[in-house]
């Protein structure tokens, strides 16, 4: 019998892509699915959405249309969505795109199987967007990697709430995985070969897992332990928050060499106001404090962030805040954004009388000064050897490698196959406007 065929699409941030993978290795070991690179083949389609801006929500539905025309042709292909516009629409989704057969969520991924299996016998679609808290993890296959690098879910969830944001309504609140299951998930990588680790989080320094004596664990204990695992040469994390980036989370950045000299630190904004009405619970002078603190025990560090440019009431000086805050941070890279307005989020009913084109202006603006002090940490790189794990061949160049720098740059250089997975050192000789040209030192010995 031919294996079943898995068509599966993932949308948003790095929680999707984890659990994306997770679905894969699910239906791969429940149900001997293999998956495919397009859909016109599929027995079963999966989708897995975000929501965090109205652009990326209406791509589902969008993409829905266009599996549907697929599903005329192959009336027996299942279409199930995921992620987090199924958890915020749940049966809605079914009203809008009735060809859907299964809806469900991020704590529910686990049951997918079964929701199928349902779907066949009922002849009805299913939804179950329900939060069974952290019973998703204990129902899921080993992981399995590819390669040195994995990513390693910690926890899940967000109870920040902050006003412009849907995290917390499609995730869930949050919920830490114990120490034991995390410490046994980067053990069995690290024996498959992992060198580097990142752990995720929505919001991954508010991690306070269950330890072995029942007592809390917080973050940078957590990093403790899995710095003393062996195999694991490098750690990363994504993403953290200002307010839980704690004196021990940063002390930790001093006593721990495998740490990754890169940290993604969200702020959104650089007005106190704009902090205040978007509920970060913190100040412009709070962040600068902790970059500080975090510059003293590691003072070549890289910092990169989210902005939210044009939150509404969001006036000139509030944005000449923020271009104050990256003056004096000078970030290496950012995701930013214009304030997207969500349904249900308390921000949707805040006044908001700044026209698009001036945020977007702003915006164009914060990218072009961001993207200039990238170049001007490139630049400063040049001549520098470089700790790295190769993680791939180049996309382009015969016989080119790429690999990822401890400050999280892509470097391509010549190099043989057989270093793929291995950390080497690399002397960086060039550099582009997103990645730098590298040659090779010496291979670990
Ligand atoms: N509009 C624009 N950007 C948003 N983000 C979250 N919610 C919104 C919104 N309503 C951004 C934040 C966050 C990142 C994941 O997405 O910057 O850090
Ligand atoms: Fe959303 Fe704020 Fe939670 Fe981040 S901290 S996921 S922006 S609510």
Redesign the pocket.
């Known amino acids: 019998m031919t294996a079943k065929k898995l068509y599966l699409r993932s949308f948003g941030?790095q929680m999707n892509d984890y659990d994306s993978a997770r679905i894969v290795d699910l239906m791969r070991e429940k149900c001997g699915y293999e998956r495919l690179d397009a859909p016109e083949q599929a027995d079963l389609v999966v989708i897995v959405t975000c929501s965090?801006?109205e652009k990326a929500q209406e791509k589902t539905f969008s993409d829905l249309g266009r599996i549907r025309e697929i599903k005329k042709e192959r009336p027996d292909m299942m279409i199930a969505v995921g992620g987090c516009v199924a958890s915020q629409e749940g049966k809605n989704i079914l009203r809008r795109a009735p060809w859907v057969d299964v809806v469900f969520g991020p704590q529910t991924l686990h049951r997918l199987p079964a929701l199928l299996e349902k779907r066949l016998q009922t002849g009805r679609s299913q939804v179950d967007v329900t939060f069974p808290e952290i019973e998703k993890f204990d129902h899921l296959p080993a992981p399995r990697c590819e390669g040195a690098t994995a990513f390693v879910s910690v926890m899940e969830g967000c109870s920040k709430y902050c006003s412009?944001?849907v995290v917390p309504y499609t995730r869930g609140e949050e919920i830490s995985r114990p120490l034991m299951d995390v410490l046994v998930e980067c053990a069995q990588l690290a024996a498959q070969g992992v060198k580097e680790i990142t752990l995720l989080g929505q919001n991954v320094n508010a991690y306070q897992g269950k330890g072995v004596d029942g007592k809390e664990v917080g973050f940078a204990l957590l990093l403790e332990y899995v710095s003393e695992i062996a195999g694991i040469e490098r750690i990363r994390y994504t993403t953290s928050h200002p307010k839980e980036f704690s004196d021990r989370l940063i002390a930790a950045y001093g006593k721990l060499p495998k740490l990754a000299n890169h940290v993604h630190l969200?702020v959104?904004s650089g007005s106190d106001t704009i902090l205040t009405a978007m509920k970060r619970g913190y100040t412009h002078d709070w962040y600068l404090d902790r970059i500080a603190k975090l510059r003293a025990v590691r003072p070549d560090i890289c910092i990169a962030t989210?902005?939210?440019v044009g939150f509404p009431g969001e006036t000139q000086e509030d944005f000449d805040e923020t271009m104050r805050l990256i003056e004096e941070v000078g970030f290496d890279a950012s995701?930013s954004?214009?304030?997207?307005k969500?349904p249900g989020t308390p921000a949707a009913d805040l006044p908001d009388d700044t026209p698009q084109e001036v945020k977007l202006k702003r915006l164009q603006h914060l990218q072009a000064v961001i993207e200039a002090n990238a170049n001007k940490i490139a630049n400063a790189m040049l001549g520098q050897v470089e700790r790295c794990l190769v993680f791939d061949h180049a996309r382009r160049g015969e016989g080119m490698l790429s690999a990822r720098t401890d400050n999280n740059r892509v470097v391509n250089f010549v190099g043989d196959a057989s270093l793929i997975g291995q950390m080497v050192d690399v002397r960086i000789t060039e550099v582009f406007p997103h990645s730098l040209g590298g040659e090779l030192v010496q291979k670990e010995g």
């Open positions: 941030c965090i801006r412009y944001c969200p959104q989210d902005f939210i995701f954004f214009v304030y997207s969500r």
